[in-house]
């Protein structure tokens, strides 16, 4: 029961956001490009995340590995 | 003290479970379909939604920096929670959600990565726990994906039409995934003795990872103008993987794993020259790639979801130069990242202390 929710869960979380961007969709006047480009993250940006994505997972990892080896050390 | 033998403790086993092959086969083509709808994802969004040359680049990072780099945080989580089994299901069903539900090409990117890092923690750890401290089923896991990146680009290629089943075969496999008793026992708990500078081991194995990301990328064939040659290399990466894995156990792990990167040694240096070596070669280089798995999780008792994704992020890691379009094919360079992996591998693999397993069996959450 507890994994028919978590799909279920996991399936309505899907559905919302679709819904989000749906209405987004709906907004009316031209698609191409002017709508595109409000909603478009400027490229920078993008490298931006995933440079930040890869930093923290690399800080994360480290610190993490830091404290399995304290702790394996006691 | 070598480890020979299934691990796994079956005497727990709830009635009507799937087991051994089943459950790997399971995992396994689970695995295919969320690397099939990640790979047409990101077709699909360069040519439905007019993205530029540039802009396709940083969708690329994107999607790689999220799908990679997220897999040791996503591991750390999973193994404290203890939910690889609803890791693997929600990753599946966010992977897919982008062929459901229209979304700007930054966010369909970003979702997938994100349902791919969860799926690939969760599927690996349910994977390794099928052949505990052994290479043969995080090898077969983990060779699908080759085939699932293949057909995403064919079907991605294709077009909408082309995908529409994708989540629904997408969606089936994570029910039966969260509704049939997946449980394969209770996995004997592997204590390892700490390796002497194991800190140095370990990266010395994500070194050997990082090296084999790189040497991935000695050819680059297009679907459009080289069909065979792209669907030769798919095979190879995924034969290469599952041949890997069973001869590691069989002939033990530093020798498959130095003696297959040594022998593909010459063909990745004649790539650049007759590009069809490199199936040979990418054949032999990915047999380390389970081993890498299991020492990766060895060095990291008790923490495979962390070990896993510490092996993506090192792959994230050497895949990055090519991302860029900038990739090794000069011989001596080739020969230099060889030589780089291959003594890494070596020492690091010398250096890993052999598990002991304990006679008491450990409940793990499922």
Not at chain 1, 26 to 40: D, H, K, L, Y
Not at chain 2, 121 to 132: D, F
């Amino acid at each position: 029961m507890k994994r028919v929710i978590a799909c279920l869960v996991a399936l309505l979380l899907l559905c919302l956001a679709g819904t989000k961007t749906a209405r987004a969709d709906m907004i009316p006047g031209p698609r191409v490009p002017e709508r595109r480009t409000a909603w478009r993250i400027e490229t920078t940006s993008v490298y931006s995340v995933a440079a930040g994505v890869v930093a923290v997972a690399l800080a994360g990892s480290l610190v993490a590995l830091r404290m399995i080896r304290r702790r394996s050390a006691k | 003290m070598a480890i020979t033998g299934q691990l796994t403790d079956l005497r727990n086993v709830p009635a009507g479970a799937i087991t051994g092959a089943a459950a790997l086969s399971l995992y396994s083509l689970m695995h295919a379909v969320v690397d099939t709808c990640s790979a047409a994802t990101v077709l699909l969004v360069v040519s439905c939604d007019a993205v530029d040359a540039g802009q396709f680049v940083a969708l690329m990072v994107l999607y790689h920096a999220l799908a990679f780099g997220l897999q040791p945080l996503v591991g750390l989580a999973v193994d404290a929670a203890g939910g690889a089994r609803f890791a693997a299901v929600a990753g599946c069903l966010i992977a897919a959600g982008p062929l459901m539900i229209h979304m700007p090409p930054e966010m369909a990117i970003a979702v997938t990565g994100v349902g791919n890092a969860i799926f690939h923690v969760g599927g690996g750890v349910l994977a390794m726990r099928l052949t505990p401290d052994r290479a043969v089923a995080p090898g077969v896991f983990v060779a699908t994906g080759s085939l699932g990146l293949l057909l995403g680009v064919i079907l991605g290629k294709q077009g909408s039409t082309a995908v529409a089943l994708l989540p629904a075969i997408a969606l089936v496999l994570a029910t039966v995934l969260a509704c049939v008793p997946a449980n394969v026992g209770r996995p004997m708990a592997i204590v390892t003795k700490p390796a002497r500078r194991g800190d140095l081991v370990l990266g010395l194995i994500l070194l050997a990872i990082a090296a084999r990301s790189l040497l991935g990328f000695v050819v680059n064939f297009r679907w459009e103008t080289q069909p065979v040659a792209l669907l030769a290399v798919a095979v190879a990466t995924f034969l290469g993987k599952v041949v890997g894995g069973l001869a590691a156990d069989r002939f033990g792990w530093r020798r498959v794993a130095v003696g297959a990167t040594l022998l593909g040694w010459p063909f990745l240096c004649l790539a650049s020259a007759l590009p069809l070596a490199a199936v040979p070669g990418l054949f032999l280089l990915n047999m380390m790639m389970p081993v890498t798995l299991v020492a990766t999780a060895r060095i990291l008792p008790n923490k495979p979801g962390f070990a896993f994704g510490l092996t993506c992020l090192a792959l994230l890691v050497g895949a990055i130069p090519s991302l860029f379009g900038v990739s090794v094919k000069a011989p001596p360079l080739v020969s230099l990242v060889v030589v780089i992996s291959v003594a890494s591998l070596d020492v690091g693999l010398q250096h890993l202390r052999p598990s002991v397993r304990s006679e008491r069996a450990i409940q793990v959450p499922s």
